[in-house]
């Protein structure tokens, strides 16, 4: 049995609508399974999705004050007023930033741009900022992916004489900022049929209803702010980003080559994970670690070598935030470890002096992957007595409502329900962590802080091949609310597997099922080498992928998680190093068991943990579900009583034993008339001096002459005195099987055959009877 960490949660479409699919659409059933898990429930619905297009975008004037937008942006581009567009300092608000310039450009109006520094400024308007706009004679401002939460930075510009156009997609508030215009897929005031807009597709909107048609050739940066934002790709979104990965692969914008070229990209594969692990971490790292506007710049750039050089720049930026990542990652969890409050609270609050704020988010996504529990990790300035951060959260328990509970100590502070940021006064930490904890109490169940494992694709292994996998990519782009598939492949065994990797780190297995098999690479999961066992069932999750090696194509699943509900046996036999064995046993939860006292104080001293000598008495009380059976019993049926109260769920069988017969083998009928024949000739017979050379003489092993020697000292047929073996006149007359010694050797070689020298698949299957509640007498042996 393999202990998973995580609940798995495994959807199971309709297989009648699975094979509509399939025939109508002409899918695999693999693509057919996907739309009918996401919830499609008709042909026609499918169809649409499958064939979406730009009749998806919705009229930009049904947006709430679009009209009124255009309107104020047309007279100051006529009556040449300078235009601010004020940005974000993350991918989204650079590419929201380079959108709302672009289009204010090619109408011609007077434009610049300006994104707040983290460090100095915060997220959001900024009132100094705002004052320097106005110093520096600007009319308007027009903000992109932010300013729904600026009421009083607007208020001021408002007051300075500036008219402001609020563009944005977060959480509105309960009072709207005094903007002139606020442009808002979810504006209380307006109707507009999809909400999920990211900062950069209102952006897009707003060009859209400037330019007067679709603007296509700012579909490619529309998709990168689209999928780093991490908004559903549903609907709009979904076509942003499908059109604008398209335009990617074909983008002669000097920016997204020279983009390629420092990630190691073939711009013509560009898809969304090139965009959520390549383009956008560049992207964000200017903003992370300090000034974000040159990304509008860099975007924008018309010289391929001006293009190179900034994405170079971007390049180390981006090794340098990994880094900073890293050393305050291994910070952080060293206060959850050697905090005992910071550590049992249900929502992890952890505050550090000099973090870097701009990285703060990412630290608490790795936490969240790492302890499952809503996170937020604190920047704090010691001078301003104030701390910023980020928070990432969990399914159930939603950040931004949860933290408006506490405004009266969060003065700052938006976000949605995965994520947030906040700043508030460092001596606020404790009691935030106190309340946020006390919150978490009363929403989150043992369950919900059980990290989840949503597998909505069940699969069989003749399912998968080469066009089935192939057939999938119709269904991109893959993201928020229409995730990547997981895959679950159940029942299979495993033919093979070994550890891979310098390391040896990484897992490759191969799995078969109805005479189908299928490759399975799982990175950083060695350990599952000592997890699993063949001749069971065993389930796995991950990925399809397509390998190709030497221009040879073949399926295999990229392992995320695999999940055994049998008892599983391991085979230690034979290996006498101890070392060997000991280091692929979870000592945590195992018990060594021993049937001998011999045993037991041989092996003492070389393992780490107390032996617990077999008595009746053991129990599933007072052993652990796992057990190494370090020795042969001397009967089967103390092993089966073992079996019957204990119910392990797994079993390291190590079987050692000092002295075996198995191969030495029961000496023939002949062979004990031939050696009582010669006893009865010599009467007397030196044993110490002479059984060396007789043995020898007739090719037996020397052990096997001292048995049939002791096997007839107990029946009666001869006497030992200090090694002289004399014949005895008128013996008894008894079988050689009466003999005690003799049954117990018989008993011994049946048990080595049976446990110790049996093949895996015989041992497996002699436990599996016994496991299985079926009682075996010891006569059946």
Known sequence: MIATEKRWRINRPDEQLVKKFVDELKISSISAKILVARGFTTVEAARAFLTIDEQTIHDPFEMYGMKEAVDRIQKAIQNREKILVYGDYDSDGITSTTVMKTVLQDLGADVSHM?????????????????QAHEEGYQLIITVDNGIAGNHEVQVAKELGMDVIVTDHHEPG????????????????GNYPFGELAGVGVAFKVAHALYGKLPKHL???????????????????????????????????????????????????????TIGFGFAPRLNALGRLGDAAPGVDFLMAQDAAEAMTMASSLNEKNKERQAMVTSITEQAIAMIENDEEIGRSQVLVIAGEGWN?????????????????????????????????SARSIEGFHMYKELA?????????????????MTLAMEDIDELRYRLDQQARECLTEDALTPVLDIDIPLTLDEIDINAIEDVRKLAPFGTSFAKPVYAIEDTSIRSMKKIGANEDHIKLQIVSNNQELDVVGFHKGYLVDELTYGIQVFFAGDLQINEWNGRKKPQLLLQDARTDEWQLFDLRGIRQVARWLQTIPLEGVTFIAFREMTVNYYDSLIPQKIQSYSEDI???????????????????????????????????????????????????EQFVWYYTFLRKRRIFQLRQNLTELAKHKGWSRDMLIFMTQVFFELGFVTIDNGLAKIVDHPPKKELTSAKIYQQRAQQMALEQTLLYAPYKDLREWFDLRLNGQSVSEEEQ
């Open 357 to 389: 704020p701009g990285v703060v988010g990412i630290v608490a996504s790795r936490l969240v992957e790492k302890y499952y529990r809503p996170t937020i990790i604190l920047s704090i300035d010691i001078e301003k007595g104030v701390a910023k951060g």
């Open 405 to 421: 509970k506490n405004k009266d100590i969060l003065p700052a502070f938006g976000g949605h329900p995965m994520a947030a940021g």
């Open 174 to 189: 309960e009072i709207l900022p005094p903007a002139d215009v606020i442009i808002h897929p979810r504006h209380p005031a």
């Open 619 to 669: 129990s599933n009380e007072n052993c652990m579900p796992y057990v190494v059976l370090l020795d042969l019993p001397p009967n089967v049926r103390m092993l089966e009583q073992l079996l019957e109260n204990v119910r392990p769920n797994r079993i390291y069988a190590h079987f050692y034993i000092p002295d075996s017969h198995y191969f030495d083998g029961m000496p023939t009928r």
């Open 219 to 273: 579909l490619e940066i529309a998709a990168i702010g689209t999928v780093a934002d991490l908004v559903p790709l549903l609907d709009e979104n979904r076509y942003l980003v499908k059109a604008g990965l398209e335009a990617l692969q074909h983008s002669t914008r000097p920016a997204i080559q020279a983009l390629c070229k420092v990630a190691g990209v073939n711009q013509q594969e560009i898809d969304e994970e």
């Open 115 to 131: 994104i707040p520094n983290r460090f100095i400024d915060g997220y959001g308007p900024s009132e100094r900022l705002f004052k």
